[in-house]
Protein backbone atom coordinates (compact mmCIF):
# COMPACT_ATOMS: atom_id res chain seq x y z
CA UNK A 1 0.00 0.00 0.00
CA UNK A 2 1.11 3.78 -0.67
CA UNK A 3 2.30 5.93 1.95
CA UNK A 4 1.42 9.01 -0.33
CA UNK A 5 0.06 9.95 -3.68
CA UNK A 6 1.44 13.05 -4.91
CA UNK A 7 -0.57 15.32 -7.49
CA UNK A 8 -0.60 18.65 -8.83
CA UNK A 9 -2.43 21.47 -6.79
CA UNK A 10 -4.74 22.55 -9.08
CA UNK A 11 -7.86 21.10 -7.80
CA UNK A 12 -10.03 20.84 -10.86
CA UNK A 13 -7.58 18.17 -12.63
CA UNK A 14 -8.82 15.06 -13.21
CA UNK A 15 -5.21 13.77 -11.65
CA UNK A 16 -6.16 15.80 -8.96
CA UNK A 17 -9.45 14.46 -8.33
CA UNK A 18 -8.04 10.55 -8.78
CA UNK A 19 -5.49 11.61 -6.78
CA UNK A 20 -8.15 12.70 -3.75
CA UNK A 21 -10.40 9.17 -4.68
CA UNK A 22 -7.36 6.78 -4.37
CA UNK A 23 -5.84 8.21 -0.97
CA UNK A 24 -9.73 7.54 0.51
CA UNK A 25 -9.47 4.23 -0.27
CA UNK A 26 -6.32 3.13 0.81
CA UNK A 27 -5.04 2.69 4.51
CA UNK A 28 -5.48 5.97 6.89
CA UNK A 29 -1.85 6.30 6.67
CA UNK A 30 -1.60 6.89 2.86
CA UNK A 31 -1.67 10.66 2.46
CA UNK A 32 -2.21 13.24 -0.23
CA UNK A 33 0.54 15.91 -1.57
CA UNK A 34 -0.25 18.49 -3.31
CA UNK A 35 2.10 19.81 -5.40
CA UNK A 36 2.43 23.47 -6.73
CA UNK A 37 3.17 23.07 -10.35
CA UNK A 38 6.09 25.23 -11.18
CA UNK A 39 7.59 23.64 -7.70
CA UNK A 40 7.22 20.66 -9.57
CA UNK A 41 8.57 21.61 -12.82
CA UNK A 42 11.92 22.31 -10.50
CA UNK A 43 12.09 20.22 -8.74
CA UNK A 44 12.38 17.49 -11.96
CA UNK A 45 15.40 19.59 -12.87
CA UNK A 46 16.88 18.91 -9.91
CA UNK A 47 16.27 15.38 -9.49
CA UNK A 48 17.67 14.78 -12.79
CA UNK A 49 20.73 16.46 -12.32
CA UNK A 50 21.39 15.00 -9.22
CA UNK A 51 21.45 18.27 -7.12
CA UNK A 52 19.31 19.03 -3.70
CA UNK A 53 19.54 22.55 -3.72
CA UNK A 54 19.85 25.25 -2.49
CA UNK A 55 19.53 26.21 -6.53
CA UNK A 56 17.32 29.16 -8.47
CA UNK A 57 15.15 27.61 -10.96
CA UNK A 58 13.40 29.92 -13.88
CA UNK A 59 10.50 27.68 -14.85
CA UNK A 60 8.57 29.02 -17.58
CA UNK A 61 5.30 27.67 -19.54
CA UNK A 62 1.90 28.26 -20.08
CA UNK A 63 0.11 27.64 -17.08
CA UNK A 64 0.16 26.14 -13.46
CA UNK A 65 -2.10 27.22 -10.56
CA UNK A 66 -0.26 29.33 -8.61
CA UNK A 67 -1.17 29.22 -4.29
CA UNK A 68 -2.22 32.45 -4.71
CA UNK A 69 -5.05 31.66 -7.11
CA UNK A 70 -3.85 32.98 -9.79
CA UNK A 71 -2.08 31.36 -13.17
CA UNK A 72 1.49 31.29 -12.76
CA UNK A 73 3.81 30.44 -15.40
CA UNK A 74 6.40 33.37 -15.55
CA UNK A 75 8.45 32.37 -12.10
CA UNK A 76 11.73 32.54 -10.89
CA UNK A 77 11.64 30.07 -7.71
CA UNK A 78 14.65 29.63 -5.06
CA UNK A 79 14.73 25.76 -2.88
CA UNK A 80 15.01 22.52 -3.62
CA UNK A 81 12.73 19.81 -3.69
CA UNK A 82 11.36 20.06 -0.03
CA UNK A 83 10.64 23.69 -0.36
CA UNK A 84 10.55 26.21 -2.65
CA UNK A 85 9.74 30.03 -2.10
CA UNK A 86 8.93 32.69 -5.15
CA UNK A 87 11.90 34.94 -5.65
CA UNK A 88 10.45 36.46 -9.40
CA UNK A 89 7.78 36.15 -11.87
CA UNK A 90 6.79 38.25 -14.97
CA UNK A 91 4.58 41.21 -14.53
CA UNK A 92 0.83 39.79 -14.46
CA UNK A 93 -1.37 40.64 -17.25
CA UNK A 94 -5.04 39.38 -17.83
CA UNK A 95 -5.76 36.66 -20.39
CA UNK A 96 -9.32 38.63 -21.81
CA UNK A 97 -11.46 35.62 -22.75
CA UNK A 98 -9.72 33.30 -20.29
CA UNK A 99 -9.37 29.82 -22.13
CA UNK A 100 -10.24 31.56 -25.45
CA UNK A 101 -7.29 33.45 -25.13
CA UNK A 102 -4.65 30.65 -25.20
CA UNK A 103 -6.20 30.04 -28.88
CA UNK A 104 -6.42 33.40 -29.97
CA UNK A 105 -2.60 35.60 -29.15
CA UNK A 106 -4.29 38.39 -30.40
CA UNK A 107 -6.42 38.62 -27.08
CA UNK A 108 -3.08 38.09 -25.04
CA UNK A 109 -1.73 41.19 -27.71
CA UNK A 110 -4.78 43.49 -27.05
CA UNK A 111 -3.89 42.70 -23.01
CA UNK A 112 -0.38 43.39 -23.09
CA UNK A 113 -0.66 46.59 -25.48
CA UNK A 114 -3.54 47.99 -23.02
CA UNK A 115 -1.18 47.45 -20.21
CA UNK A 116 1.45 49.78 -21.63
CA UNK A 117 -0.65 52.20 -23.38
CA UNK A 118 -3.75 52.01 -22.11
CA UNK A 119 -6.95 52.93 -24.00
CA UNK A 120 -5.47 54.48 -27.24
CA UNK A 121 -4.43 51.28 -28.54
CA UNK A 122 -7.86 50.13 -29.46
CA UNK A 123 -7.71 52.26 -32.32
CA UNK A 124 -4.40 51.27 -33.50
CA UNK A 125 -5.03 49.60 -36.49
CA UNK A 126 -1.93 49.54 -38.02
CA UNK A 127 -1.07 46.85 -35.45
CA UNK A 128 -1.88 43.48 -36.62
CA UNK A 129 -3.61 42.15 -33.41
CA UNK A 130 -5.62 45.42 -33.29
CA UNK A 131 -6.77 45.18 -37.07
CA UNK A 132 -8.13 41.76 -36.81
CA UNK A 133 -11.13 42.92 -34.16
CA UNK A 134 -13.82 44.23 -36.05
CA UNK A 135 -14.78 47.71 -34.05
CA UNK A 136 -17.66 46.20 -32.63
CA UNK A 137 -15.76 43.91 -30.71
CA UNK A 138 -12.85 46.12 -29.28
CA UNK A 139 -15.52 47.53 -26.74
CA UNK A 140 -15.98 44.11 -25.32
CA UNK A 141 -12.43 42.97 -25.23
CA UNK A 142 -12.18 46.51 -23.55
CA UNK A 143 -14.50 46.12 -21.07
CA UNK A 144 -13.05 42.88 -20.16
CA UNK A 145 -9.70 44.75 -19.15
CA UNK A 146 -10.70 47.28 -17.40
CA UNK A 147 -13.07 45.49 -15.31
CA UNK A 148 -11.51 42.28 -14.96
CA UNK A 149 -14.19 40.24 -16.23
CA UNK A 150 -13.78 36.43 -17.72
CA UNK A 151 -10.09 38.06 -17.81
CA UNK A 152 -7.64 35.90 -14.91
CA UNK A 153 -4.34 37.25 -14.35
CA UNK A 154 -1.46 35.58 -15.34
CA UNK A 155 1.92 35.71 -15.15
CA UNK A 156 2.87 33.09 -18.06
CA UNK A 157 5.66 33.43 -20.08
CA UNK A 158 4.11 31.06 -22.76
CA UNK A 159 1.59 33.39 -23.30
CA UNK A 160 3.78 36.62 -23.38
CA UNK A 161 5.44 34.41 -26.46
CA UNK A 162 1.57 34.95 -27.81
CA UNK A 163 1.28 37.82 -27.31
CA UNK A 164 4.28 39.33 -29.17
CA UNK A 165 4.02 36.65 -32.11
CA UNK A 166 0.86 38.22 -32.54
CA UNK A 167 2.13 41.66 -32.73
CA UNK A 168 4.72 40.59 -34.39
CA UNK A 169 2.40 39.81 -37.14
CA UNK A 170 2.70 36.24 -36.85
CA UNK A 171 -0.13 34.10 -35.51
CA UNK A 172 -3.61 35.93 -34.63
CA UNK A 173 -4.88 32.42 -34.13
CA UNK A 174 -3.45 29.00 -33.28
CA UNK A 175 -4.58 25.57 -33.59
CA UNK A 176 -2.37 24.14 -31.00
CA UNK A 177 -1.02 24.80 -28.06
CA UNK A 178 2.68 26.56 -28.08
CA UNK A 179 2.15 27.25 -32.14
CA UNK A 180 3.16 31.40 -31.71
CA UNK A 181 5.36 30.41 -29.43
CA UNK A 182 7.54 28.03 -32.20
CA UNK A 183 6.56 30.54 -35.10
CA UNK A 184 8.34 33.24 -32.83
CA UNK A 185 11.24 30.85 -32.59
CA UNK A 186 11.53 29.95 -36.17
CA UNK A 187 11.76 33.48 -36.81
CA UNK A 188 14.21 34.55 -35.08
CA UNK A 189 17.53 36.00 -36.63
CA UNK A 190 20.60 33.98 -34.46
CA UNK A 191 22.83 36.41 -35.83
CA UNK A 192 20.79 39.67 -34.03
CA UNK A 193 22.66 40.23 -30.39
CA UNK A 194 21.27 43.26 -29.04
CA UNK A 195 17.91 43.53 -27.06
CA UNK A 196 14.46 45.07 -26.40
CA UNK A 197 14.86 46.91 -22.69
CA UNK A 198 13.06 45.63 -19.62
CA UNK A 199 13.46 46.26 -16.07
CA UNK A 200 13.26 44.21 -12.97
CA UNK A 201 11.23 45.67 -10.32
CA UNK A 202 13.03 45.61 -6.63
CA UNK A 203 10.83 43.56 -3.75
CA UNK A 204 10.56 40.89 -1.53
CA UNK A 205 9.49 38.87 -4.92
CA UNK A 206 11.01 40.97 -7.80
CA UNK A 207 9.14 41.96 -11.15
CA UNK A 208 10.21 41.37 -14.34
CA UNK A 209 7.98 43.79 -16.45
CA UNK A 210 7.72 43.51 -19.89
CA UNK A 211 6.51 46.48 -20.81
CA UNK A 212 9.41 48.49 -22.09
CA UNK A 213 9.81 44.74 -24.28
CA UNK A 214 6.36 45.83 -25.80
CA UNK A 215 7.25 49.44 -26.32
CA UNK A 216 9.95 48.35 -28.47
CA UNK A 217 8.30 45.98 -30.91
CA UNK A 218 5.42 48.71 -31.58
CA UNK A 219 7.92 50.71 -32.15
CA UNK A 220 10.02 48.20 -34.60
CA UNK A 221 6.77 46.97 -35.86
CA UNK A 222 5.71 50.54 -37.00
CA UNK A 223 9.49 51.21 -38.49
CA UNK A 224 8.90 48.30 -40.65
CA UNK A 225 11.43 46.35 -39.06
CA UNK A 226 12.07 42.80 -40.30
CA UNK A 227 10.39 40.12 -37.93
CA UNK A 228 13.68 38.15 -37.77
CA UNK A 229 14.48 41.30 -35.71
CA UNK A 230 12.10 41.44 -33.58
CA UNK A 231 11.69 38.00 -32.56
CA UNK A 232 15.61 37.80 -31.98
CA UNK A 233 15.44 40.84 -29.74
CA UNK A 234 12.69 39.52 -27.68
CA UNK A 235 14.32 36.44 -27.20
CA UNK A 236 17.43 38.36 -25.97
CA UNK A 237 15.37 40.50 -23.74
CA UNK A 238 14.31 37.09 -21.69
CA UNK A 239 17.82 35.87 -21.75
CA UNK A 240 18.91 38.81 -19.99
CA UNK A 241 16.11 38.75 -17.85
CA UNK A 242 17.37 35.23 -16.41
CA UNK A 243 20.60 36.55 -16.02
CA UNK A 244 19.00 39.37 -13.93
CA UNK A 245 17.61 37.53 -11.32
CA UNK A 246 19.94 35.36 -10.73
CA UNK A 247 22.68 38.21 -10.21
CA UNK A 248 20.19 39.88 -7.63
CA UNK A 249 19.59 35.82 -6.04
CA UNK A 250 23.42 35.20 -5.92
CA UNK A 251 22.45 31.43 -5.95
CA UNK A 252 25.66 29.60 -8.36
CA UNK A 253 23.33 27.01 -9.96
CA UNK A 254 20.32 27.82 -12.63
CA UNK A 255 17.75 25.06 -13.19
CA UNK A 256 15.34 26.00 -16.36
CA UNK A 257 12.60 24.05 -16.69
CA UNK A 258 8.88 24.44 -18.10
CA UNK A 259 7.84 24.26 -21.72
CA UNK A 260 9.12 27.00 -23.00
CA UNK A 261 12.53 25.69 -22.55
CA UNK A 262 11.73 23.62 -25.19
CA UNK A 263 12.94 26.48 -27.26
CA UNK A 264 16.16 26.04 -28.19
CA UNK A 265 17.14 29.53 -28.72
CA UNK A 266 15.63 30.44 -25.34
CA UNK A 267 18.03 27.55 -23.90
CA UNK A 268 20.93 28.43 -25.68
CA UNK A 269 20.74 31.91 -24.81
CA UNK A 270 20.44 31.34 -21.46
CA UNK A 271 23.90 29.18 -21.38
CA UNK A 272 25.77 31.47 -23.21
CA UNK A 273 25.09 34.43 -20.58
CA UNK A 274 24.94 33.07 -17.44
CA UNK A 275 27.69 30.35 -17.33
CA UNK A 276 29.92 33.25 -18.23
CA UNK A 277 28.93 34.81 -15.70
CA UNK A 278 29.80 32.13 -13.16
CA UNK A 279 26.04 30.05 -12.78
CA UNK A 280 26.29 26.52 -13.36
CA UNK A 281 23.19 26.27 -15.63
CA UNK A 282 20.54 22.86 -15.14
CA UNK A 283 19.10 21.42 -17.75
CA UNK A 284 16.50 18.72 -18.55
CA UNK A 285 18.02 15.70 -21.27
CA UNK A 286 16.76 12.49 -19.89
CA UNK A 287 13.23 13.83 -18.70
CA UNK A 288 11.08 16.57 -20.68
CA UNK A 289 11.04 20.10 -19.43
CA UNK A 290 7.33 20.34 -20.12
CA UNK A 291 4.45 18.70 -18.44
CA UNK A 292 5.77 15.46 -19.27
CA UNK A 293 8.19 15.93 -16.71
CA UNK A 294 5.99 17.15 -14.16
CA UNK A 295 5.32 13.82 -12.13
CA UNK A 296 9.34 13.16 -12.06
CA UNK A 297 8.89 16.47 -10.02
CA UNK A 298 5.93 15.57 -7.88
CA UNK A 299 7.27 12.38 -6.63
CA UNK A 300 10.66 14.78 -5.63
CA UNK A 301 8.60 16.84 -3.65
CA UNK A 302 6.57 14.06 -1.68
CA UNK A 303 9.61 12.27 -0.50
CA UNK A 304 11.75 15.13 0.69
CA UNK A 305 8.35 16.28 2.30
CA UNK A 306 8.33 12.57 4.09
CA UNK A 307 11.90 12.65 4.88
CA UNK A 308 11.52 15.79 6.72
CA UNK A 309 8.13 14.32 8.32
CA UNK A 310 6.52 17.38 7.11
CA UNK A 311 3.63 15.08 6.24
Known sequence: APVAIACDLHPDYGSTRW????????????????????????????????????ALGIIWDGAGYGPD?????????????????????????????????????????????????????????????VASFARSERPIVASMLRRGFNAPLTTSAGRLFDGVAALA???????????????????ADP?????????????????????PIIEGVVGDVRHGRDVSVIAARFHNSLVESMLG????????????????????????????????AGFAVLLHSAVPPNDGGVSLGQIAVAAALLAHKEF
Request: charged share 20%; with cysteine; aromatic share 8%.
Open 245 to 276: VAQVVGLPRVALSGGCFQNKLLVEGAIRRLEP
Open 191 to 211: TVTDAYPLAIEPGDVLVIDWR
Open 19 to 54: AQEAVARFSDGCRLIAVQHHHAHFAACLAENGADGP
Open 69 to 129: GTIWGGEALVGDPGRMRRAAHLRPFRLPGGEMATRQPRRTALALLYDTFGDVVFGWDDLAP
Open 169 to 187: GLRQRTGYEGEAAMALEFA
